[in-house]
């Protein structure tokens, strides 16, 4: 398996508040609403979706199929489609699309991946803007930019677009060895946040931040293939990053400095793995650390009530059964409050669920259900979650 290939199975980012207790006097219970039932979007749009309110009060989910269907669709909570915008134009410029915000519904952020560059779109697809990033750190060492990998919705909040996951490039001529090598020392000592202060010009700068932030877990002749895992809202000011290598989750604000750490206890697992020592099967070795280790996977913000979901993948024997059963993987969603106090952790069931996948809307969560065959639609369940 490619060093590429490797990355996805891998990826993980920081990006999260937390404090938690095992004891706590507050119990949550699920409510089961109904299931809605959408196109048939696949599984990589789902995590390029998010769930916006329209000027005129409209609550809308949209998922962009990126890559194969080249659009974002909007549809009503009852699964009705009601607008696309494609994508066709920013593909016909030779972009891959690598991350979406939804600034309104006139205004479209695309970030593509490899060239770093910005598409600003209106809802019928024209192309705006174009906004070319820089390629290459101050000491001359070039990066691409990734959207997370557990959430390909960028942040854009009072004309300030925020992102993550630095890449670098490697020699394809290199052993596997040698590629883990370089790839890692970089990625341990590169920044981990990207900010665009201002989308005015057709050529924007940069502000980085949280430089080496994985140099505190893996060292050298450790491998770490992480693509950045971080959650961010525009209801609120804070940064919360996690990673596979962690136990905690790590809260940064405007600054991109963290400033709080707060170690994440499950009642089912634990968290957190330890970084490989580089060598000849490296491929299939992290595959299956990523697929067997206990991690948080995706953090979501409940503006209406003001909870934390973190969903939390549970630690599983490491064989290589596990990649043929990655999909059933346990795991659970642990509830904080507003000021990541701990509230409760939600049992899910694996064979029904993909780990992590929601969408948080305003009565509750809907969670996305492993497909049964091929070409099936997209399905969500729908839950209310309330106290007692």
Not at 200 to 210: I, R, Y
Not at 274 to 302: H, K, R
Not at 380 to 388: L, M, N, P, V
Request: net charge neutral; charged share 20%.
């Amino acid at each position: 398996m490619s060093i590429f290939k490797v990355k996805y199975f891998v990826a993980v980012v920081w990006l999260c508040l937390v404090m938690m207790g095992c004891g706590s006097k507050h119990e949550l219970t699920m409510h089961f609403k109904k299931t809605v039932v959408f196109d048939n979007i696949g599984y990589a749009s789902v995590r390029f979706g998010g769930f916006i309110t329209t000027a005129n009060g409209q609550q809308w989910v949209y998922f962009a199929n990126a890559e194969t269907g080249k659009k974002i669709v909007f549809y009503t909570l009852d699964g009705k489609k009601v607008y696309e915008v494609p994508l066709q134009k920013i593909h016909e410029r030779g972009e891959m699309v690598g991350g979406i915000a939804i600034v309104d519904f006139k205004k479209i952020i695309v970030q593509t991946k490899y060239n770093n560059r910005l598409y600003v779109i209106d809802s019928s697809g024209a192309i705006g803007r174009v906004v070319n990033l820089p390629k290459t750190f101050p000491d001359g060492l070039g990066f691409e930019l990734y959207s997370s990998f557990t959430n390909g919705s960028l942040l854009y909040k009072d004309n300030v677009l925020l992102n993550t996951s630095i890449d670098f490039p490697t020699d394809s001529n290199l052993s596997l060895e040698a590629a883990y090598n370089i790839y890692s020392k970089r990625k341990n000592a590169a920044p981990f946040f990207m900010m665009v202060p201002g989308l005015g010009s057709d050529t924007a700068g940069l502000v980085l931040g949280n430089k080496g932030f994985y140099g505190r877990f893996v060292k050298d002749g450790n491998v770490n293939v992480e693509l950045g895992m971080y959650t961010c809202s525009a209801d609120n000011d804070y940064i919360i990053q996690y990673s596979l290598y962690s136990d905690s989750i790590y809260i940064s604000g405007k600054d991109l400095t963290i400033n709080k750490a707060y170690q994440i206890r499950s009642k089912y697992t634990e968290i957190g793995a330890q970084p490989l020592a580089n060598g000849a099967t490296m491929g299939d070795s992290l595959e299956l650390l990523a697929l067997t280790s206990g991690l948080i996977i995706n953090v979501n913000y409940d503006k209406y009530h003001h909870f934390y979901y973190l969903s939390v993948r549970h630690k599983v024997p490491m064989n290589s059964e596990r990649k043929k059963m990655a999909e059933f993987s346990p795991w659970s969603i642990i509830v904080l409050d507003d000021n990541f106090n701990y509230i409760d952790e939600l049992l899910m069931e694996p064979e029904k669920y993909v780990p992590g996948e929601l969408l948080v809307v305003k009565d509750g969560i809907l969670i996305f259900r492993i497909p049964q065959k091929l070409n099936e639609k997209t399905t969500f369940d729908w839950y209310e979650i309330k106290k007692g």
